[in-house]
């Protein structure tokens, strides 16, 4: 971990003294974006997906935008430095891409009422600070009911990283859309406490395989679990990126972080003056939620699968629709109500019907 | 039984990296080279032989270049520790360090490429013997070389003459010397050795284990292979229970959690790490066996006296 540490901080700091060297002086009217990454873009996930969000502002605006960014900046003392060394740069619009730069960003933004901040995933907000998430979970239920179709065996098999919210609403959400479609499908969970380690996470998918799993579904970062299911001979749904060259044979589709619009639309707003501190959680309906082309299926799943994104984008479907029951046999979204923002983003409780124990 | 066979076949896989690593360690460790460098060995043979297998289409080209490219991460370590005398824990951190940094920028260039992974070995009637056959004859070449390799090692440190003279240079640098062998020729040689197993650890890993390069894809197995030579207490027989040990808790773990077993995962998680503390702290209770099997000198920087 100290070695990971070390090898961060040196590339921040190589990055934020590179970025002080080549820029200039500010341009009012021209948008000057700056990201900050917390993994490196060759994870060919999280903060990749952030940068191809990056490029499209470059394509968009052409001359009237310049971007940069710094990667693998760690969520700590350093994530404050690299962000103020943005703003003074020049930088007129800040993105800064991961859970822990909340703090840093709101306290350099105080600084900088000038500069406008993006966060994402966060939730303070302030004058200069708008904050943005994507509700991944409706990709989840769509991929939850390309699953119920296509299991023979009934068991998904499911690689998650850490029981937080986002995880645990995940799970919820994909197992609803299942059900959906056929209440028979039973979910085994194996968690691999980390985001990111592809031999572990190949390993836990071949566990399950090997308990009689035949669909694959994972919350971790990299293409393993996804690739070991190809090898197995089953399919499943890669995460964050479309992983179809991982597994030509077996991805049903992916959950894709698509955040062009939003970035490219964001950047327009500063350049016409017309930016304001919003707080956006986007679905389908808004495209930050994007599934990869639907492969390796029956048509009437295909068909199936594309009604219900259309549907979820409509608004005529919310996966979290009650009534629905956790394990405990308590109502916890009455009939006729759909769950709230706010109990989604706290969500700490499996539904009725998984048979498991949430670790806490 | 049906869940035997799968589980002992995922343990092979796992333990095949950490196998292949130590056991280069523990020749350059017998050395009296203490290399904290597996790690960012591993990760440049691993993206040295996804590239090469990538771009040429071939997995032998691909290993040899994992092979060639972990040999010369150990020279730049032995030629700083060896020749220009630097301290080696601090040499060998900063060749991790630069191991994790290098193979990142070399493999920016590779992220998303997928390969074929290495194909398994198939003897006809061999390997289809039922519950045994695909365990003993269904491997690919990497994990019955581990096998070979670490008995190879043992066989060279117990039986050969090569294997006292190491030995010897490991244990007393200075008696060596005097009997007229090249101690820095010797640990320069034992050092390579080291390289060429990470280097070949790391391309199972990007070549058979998970086909494909990703940033940082040890995830630290760099650093368990250096705990199981202290673990195996320098010995090869039980570097190859320790290396197999450790794979079975970790794969065991995950088994158990999709079995529905119904004990935390963080505590599952834990236990490999504290299988090792346990059978260290036993291990280490007698001194004195430690003391026989342990490189005298390990560590320590050697100049000729006048």
Same mark, same amino acid.
């Given at each position: 971990m100290n070695v990971n540490l070390v090898k961060r901080t040196l590339a921040a700091v190589v990055a934020t003294g590179a970025l002080a060297l080549g820029m200039g002086a500010a341009q009012a009217e021209e948008v000057k974006a700056g990201f900050v990454y917390?993994?490196?873009?060759?994870?060919?996930g999280w903060s990749y997906r952030h940068d191809i969000g990056r490029q499209a502002i470059e394509a968009a605006l052409g001359d009237n935008a310049t971007t940069s960014y710094v990667e693998s900046?760690? =969520?700590?003392a350093d994530a404050e430095r690299v962000i103020r060394q943005l703003a003074q740069t020049g930088h007129n619009l800040i993105f800064t891409t991961s859970f822990g730069f909340m703090n840093p960003t709101v306290k350099v933004a105080k600084q900088f009422p000038n500069v406008k901040f993006e966060h994402a995933t966060g939730y303070k907000r302030d004058a200069n600070v708008s904050t943005y998430a994507a509700r991944f979970y409706e990709g989840r239920y769509v991929a939850g009911v390309i699953a119920g179709k296509m299991t023979k065996s009934n068991i998904v098999g499911y690689v998650g990283s850490f029981p937080i919210p986002e995880v645990v609403r995940g799970i919820n959400s994909f197992m609803l859309g299942a059900w959906s479609v056929n209440p028979d499908v039973k979910v085994k969970i194996v968690w691999a406490n980390t985001w990111y380690d592809p031999g572990k996470e190949g390993d836990a998918a071949k566990a399950l395989i090997d308990q009689g799993a035949d669909i694959m579904v994972q919350h971790?970062?990299?293409?393993a679990p996804l690739q070991v299911a190809e090898n197995r001979g089953i399919v499943g749904f890669g995460q964050a990126s479309d992983m179809i060259k991982f597994a030509p044979k077996a991805q049903l589709t992916a959950i894709v972080d698509h955040w062009d619009e939003y970035y490219v639309a964001r950047a327009k707003a500063v350049m016409d003056g017309t930016w304001e501190s919003t707080d956006t959680w986007g679905g389908i309906d808004s495209g930050m939620v994007d599934m990869a082309p639907y492969t390796n299926m029956p048509d009437d799943v295909k068909a199936l699968a594309e009604e219900t994104e259309a549907k979820i984008a409509s608004g =005529?479907?919310?996966?979290?629709?009650?009534p629905i029951y956790d394990q405990a046999g308590e109502l916890r979204i009455k009939e006729g109500e759909d769950a709230t923002d706010e109990m989604l983003l706290g969500m700490d409780w499996y539904i009725k019907g998984i048979d498991a124990e949430l670790p806490k | 039984m049906d869940w035997l066979i799968p589980l002992i076949l995922t343990v092979i896989t796992a333990s095949t990296p950490l196998l292949l690593a130590s056991t280069g360690e523990l020749i350059t460790e017998k050395s009296g080279v203490l290399n904290l460098g597996v790690e960012g060995m591993m990760l440049v043979g691993a993206i040295s032989g996804f590239a090469v297998t990538a771009t040429s289409g071939s997995a032998i080209l691909g290993i040899l270049a994992a092979i060639i490219a972990g040999m010369l991460m150990s020279l730049i370590f032995a030629f700083l520790t060896l020749t220009l005398m630097a301290n080696q824990v601090a040499t060998g951190l900063a060749l991790t360090i630069f191991g994790v940094g290098f193979s990142a920028l070399v493999g920016s260039g590779f992220v998303g490429f997928a390969i074929e992974p290495l194909p398994g070995l198939h003897i006809p009637l061999l390997t289809d013997i039922p519950l045994v056959g695909e365990i003993l004859f269904g491997q690919d070449f990497l994990v019955y070389l581990s096998i070979v390799m670490v008995i190879a090692v043992g066989f060279f440190l117990s039986r050969t003459r090569g294997g006292l003279i190491l030995k010897a240079v490991g244990d007393s640098h200075h008696s060596a010397h005097a009997i007229g062998y090249s101690v820095i020729k010797i640990r320069y040689m034992a050092t390579m050795f080291g390289g060429a197993m990470a280097g070949l650890a790391g391309a199972y890993l990007s070549l058979s284990y998970t086909p494909m390069w990703a940033?940082?894809?040890?995830?630290?197995r760099g650093w368990i292979a250096l705990a199981l030579v202290v673990f195996a207490t320098w010995r090869p027989g039980r570097l190859l229970a320790g290396a197999y040990m450790f794979g079975l808790i970790s794969v065991l773990q995950l088994h158990a959690q999709s079995a529905g077993v119904h004990v935390p995962s963080q505590f599952m998680s834990m236990l490999p790490y504290l299988a090792t503390v346990i059978v260290l702290v036993i291990i280490s209770s007698d001194r004195a066996k430690i003391r026989l099997n342990a490189p005298a000198c390990i560590g320590q920087a050697f100049r000729p006296a006048q």
């Open positions: 917390v993994g490196p873009i060759g994870d060919h900046v760690p =969520e700590g971790t970062d990299s293409p =005529e479907i919310h996966p979290f629709a009650g | 940033e940082n894809m040890t995830a630290g």
